[in-house]
């Protein structure tokens, strides 16, 4: 069985403007760290846009509408003090949510054993009815209301190990039962959100706040004490994966410690755990990570993991 | 403001740094911070290995009144070598160190500067001046949005 590798020249057509963190440069990033003849054996494939109706999972209509209303003909224009769009912002974010819901078709009828979407924009921050965060839709997100009503899935967890807590992918579970979502990231930071209280209206919310300055240790016990058992506790029929790479230690928008083998470790338990619960079924997508060689190199981790499965 | 973020310790800090050997006395230390007007000044073996940092409040410290002596034998202390009153352990951080972390050590533990290391090799200084430098050079070419 193969991994699956969704990404697509549009990721990159995504304009942020000079200097953005969230910039083109992170996916030739990744795509140079795959470079490496161990991933020739990838199965590399072009993702379709979402459709409407796989977006209205997640989202308003009217705010996919208006999102897409506000996407410039030339230049950029600001939706947050962060978030950035310019005339190809519009079709990259169909696509990275189409990607996700491609890769979930792809492992949940077997045709694949696992899939890592590298798209941008990111989609973790962003809400039903908002963008933010450099998130325009909520790629995981979409791709979990596609699993529950494309593959009648009734379990679906997603696991988020950006720095930043996903409160758009949280807002969207809260309520869901039917979803697990667990995340660690650095508390206090960008959103805001996240503390240990926010558990989901069914206890389907983990939230695993980490100190500025934390590292491989704290990780690896709140990864083994927390999230671990309760997602082996939730026995999902898939596991979404929001892989971000921004707790790295060289990551400049954020200040916990890990390291390279942190996020081997991580990667590799990932997969042991799809193995044990539900074949194998993972599907990861890009969040962030702003350091374009730690970023390079976590995302061949979670990859060489995946292929040995 | 985004500019800033992609800076690195690299992109700010001073070197070849100056410094001072491990044999220097605390008068030796006291002229490098006087002459160019350094908070601290890193101290090096003869390898370039960094073994500590002397910081003008390390100097004053050698000057305490204790119950040793009636007045502080002012000659004699600043012959002392500087390697018995420096921080042998001071905080350091490397050249891919992003400056928004930096930034944030100073502010967490109050330190004017850090020594840059590369495989325990002293290869420069990063100081709260050239953090400011580069926020005031990354803000100043930004294009208004």
Same mark, same amino acid.
């Given at each position: %069985?193969? @991994?699956?590798?969704? @990404? ?67 230049? %950029? ?5 962060? *978030? ?11 696509? $990275?949510?189409? $990607? ?9 009828? #077997? ?89 989901? $209206? ?12 934390? #590292? ?13 058992? $309760? ?27 890990? @390291? ?27 969040? #962030? ?8 190199? #976590? ?11 | ?23 220097? *006395? ?67 951080? @490397? ?51």
């Amino acid at each position: %069985m193969t @991994t699956r590798f969704y @990404t697509d020249a549009l990721f990159q057509a995504h304009d942020t403007g000079h200097g953005h963190p969230e910039c083109p440069q992170r996916l030739a990033a990744v795509l140079s760290a795959l470079e490496d003849p161990r991933f020739a054996a990838l199965e590399r494939s072009q993702p379709a846009e979402a459709s409407g109706e796989q977006l209205a999972g997640a989202h308003h209509p009217r705010y996919v509408e208006r999102l897409l209303a506000a996407i410039p003909e030339s230049g %950029m224009r600001l939706l947050d003090a962060d *978030t950035v769009v310019s005339p190809q912002s519009g079709q990259a974010a169909l696509r $990275a949510a189409g $990607a996700v819901c491609q890769s979930v078709d792809a492992v949940a009828t #077997g045709e694949v054993r696992n899939a890592f979407c590298a798209v941008r924009p990111p989609g973790h921050h962003a809400t039903p009815a908002k963008a933010m965060g450099f998130c325009l839709f909520n790629n995981v997100a979409v791709a979990a209301a596609h699993a529950c009503s494309q593959h009648r899935l009734e379990r679906v967890a997603i696991i988020d190990f950006d720095v930043h807590h996903g409160n758009g992918t949280q807002d969207f579970c809260w309520s869901r039962p039917e979803l697990l979502y667990l995340s660690s990231h650095q508390s206090p930071l960008y959103p805001g959100t996240g503390s240990s209280g926010e558990r989901g $209206a069914s206890n389907n919310v983990v939230n695993l706040p980490l100190a500025r300055g934390s #590292g491989s240790e704290e990780m690896r016990e709140a990864y083994t004490s927390a999230v671990f058992p $309760a997602v082996e506790r939730f026995q999902p029929q898939l596991i979404l994966v929001s892989a971000g790479f921004d707790a790295h230690r060289l990551d400049p928008l954020a200040g916990l410690e890990w @390291t390279d083998e942190d996020y081997h470790w991580l990667a590799q338990r990932l997969v042991d755990l799809a193995d044990r619960l539900c074949d194998g079924r993972l599907v990861a997508t890009l969040e #962030g990570g702003y350091h374009l060689d730690a970023l390079g190199r #976590g995302v061949a981790a979670q990859l060489s993991a995946m292929m040995q499965a | 403001m985004f500019q800033f973020v992609q800076k690195q310790v690299a992109d700010a800090m001073s070197a070849p740094p100056v410094s001072i050997r491990d044999d220097a *006395t605390l008068a030796d230390a006291e002229a490098v911070l006087e002459q160019h007007g350094f908070n601290g000044c890193p101290v090096v073996d003869a390898e370039g290995r960094l073994v500590g940092i002397v910081t003008g409040l390390d100097l004053l410290r050698a000057f305490r009144v204790t119950p040793d002596a009636l007045v502080p034998q002012y000659r004699r202390i600043m012959a002392f070598p500087v390697a018995d009153h420096m921080c042998q352990a001071p905080l350091t951080v @490397t050249p891919d160190t992003p400056l928004t972390r930096v930034l944030q050590r100073m502010l967490d533990l109050g330190n004017t500067g850090f020594p840059v290391l590369v495989d325990g090799r002293l290869v420069g200084v990063v100081t709260r001046r050239d953090v400011l430098r580069e926020l005031r050079l990354s803000t100043s070419s930004e294009a208004p949005q």
